[in-house]
Nanobody
Framework: VQLVESGGGLVQPGGSLRLSCAASGFTFSSYAMRWYRQAPGQERELVATITSAGGSTNYADSVKGRFTISRVNAKNTVYLQMNSLKPEDTAVYYC?????WGQGTQVTVSS
C-alpha cells in the first residue's frame, strides 16, 4: 500500500487549498478513506471520512462547512478541498486507509 499526499503549502487566512492523495497497492474502490491532521504538540485528529463509493462523508466539527472530502475511484485519488482556512488549520495532513498512512503534507495558514 502506498499513499502519496500533495497540495500543501503556505496560504493566508481565508484562502483555499486542495490536497490530493494518490493511492496504490490495494483495491481503492473497496475502502473508505480518511484525512487526518496533526498540529505541533497536538494529537493526530480525524478531519474527514468518505465511504468507498463516495456516497457518504463525515467531518470534524472544526471543519464542517469549510472542508469537502471527495474521491475519484477511476484515478485512485482522494481529495480534501479546504476553504476559509484559519491559522488553527495549520498542521501536517495525512491520508489514511486500513492501517496505512501517507507521509503527510504540510499546510500552514499565516499572514
Amino acid at each position: 500500500v502506498q499513499l502519496v499526499e500533495s497540495g500543501g503549502g503556505l496560504v493566508q487566512p481565508g484562502g483555499s487549498l486542495r490536497l490530493s492523495c494518490a493511492a496504490s497497492g490495494f483495491t481503492f474502490s473497496s475502502y473508505a478513506m480518511r484525512w487526518y491532521r496533526q498540529a505541533p504538540g497536538q494529537e493526530r485528529e480525524l478531519v474527514a471520512t468518505i465511504t468507498s463509493a463516495g456516497g457518504s462523508t463525515n467531518y470534524a466539527d472544526s471543519v464542517k462547512g469549510r472542508f469537502t472530502i471527495s474521491r475519484v475511484n477511476a484515478k485512485n485519488t482522494v481529495y480534501l478541498q479546504m476553504n476559509s482556512l484559519k491559522p488553527e488549520d495549520t498542521a501536517v495532513y495525512y491520508c489514511y486507509v486500513a492501517g496505512y498512512w501517507g507521509q503527510g503534507t504540510q499546510v500552514t495558514v499565516s499572514s
